[in-house]
């Protein structure tokens, strides 16, 4: 066997060291920006993924948060495990990893998501996912679940600019069609919301608190 073949990754070693790459869509001159970069590049340097962030001019006849989709479908590739997080998300805890918090609670499902909540308090969508924090496994029906997304706007003209945009598009015109490979996880408060112990996301709050320490 040549050593070009032992190279190949086998089946066993992609579900031990599975290669992650962390995503963020960052369009703008928000404050946070910085911040957020600087934390999750830096989480991400401690336990080896790679940390892309896009800054790519959006398309103008859609609301910018629209962009993470066609974003999300560029990186969609050179790993086995995609993790997108919205610009004001940060990995709260630098100490949990995601093979260990996230991958095992994706079960059979191929896209991860929480439910559509702030806080206890704030509970905007309660059983609809939000699309703030994603994790996808990459396969191809994954890429068709997002290609089916991006064009959403076009099926759905109201979620263009109707807030939450990219969120409405989901609902109504993923959802139907890809509902079997997506498990939104009622524990919101792991990985999204104001106060998510491993993910934190919402307008800069969580970064304050975390560099403040």
């Not at 070693?13 to 934390?39: L, T």
């Not at 997080?85 to 093979?99: M, R």
């Not at 139907?176 to 800069?204: E, T």
Request: charged share 25%; aromatic share 12%.
């Amino acid at each position: 066997m040549s050593e070009k073949m032992n190279d190949l990754p086998t089946e066993a070693s992609v579900d031990v060291f599975p290669k992650i790459k962390v995503v963020q869509y960052m369009h703008g001159n928000f404050g946070y920006f910085n911040w957020s970069e600087k934390i999750n590049r830096r989480y991400c340097e401690r336990h080896g993924y790679d940390y892309v962030v896009s800054r790519e001019i959006p398309r103008d006849d859609r609301h910018v948060a629209w962009h993470k989709v066609p974003v999300i479908l560029k990186e969609l590739r050179d790993c086995d495990y995609l993790l997108f997080l919205d610009a004001d998300a940060i990995f709260y805890s630098q100490e949990l990893t995601i093979e260990d918090e996230l991958l095992p609670l994706l079960g059979n499902k191929l896209i991860l998501m929480a439910q559509d909540f702030r806080c206890e308090t704030i509970r905007d969508t309660p059983g609809h996912p939000n699309s703030g924090v994603i994790l996808a496994k990459v396969e191809k029906v994954t890429g068709e679940f997002f290609e089916c997304w991006n064009q959403a706007t076009e099926i759905d003209e109201s979620s263009r600019w109707t807030w939450p945009p990219d969120q409405l598009g989901l609902w109504r015109v993923v959802l139907p069609k890809f509902s079997d490979i997506l498990h939104v996880h009622p524990d919101y408060y792991m990985f999204q919301g104001l106060y998510g112990q491993y993910i934190r996301q919402g307008p800069q709050k969580g970064v304050h608190q975390c560099t403040s320490r």
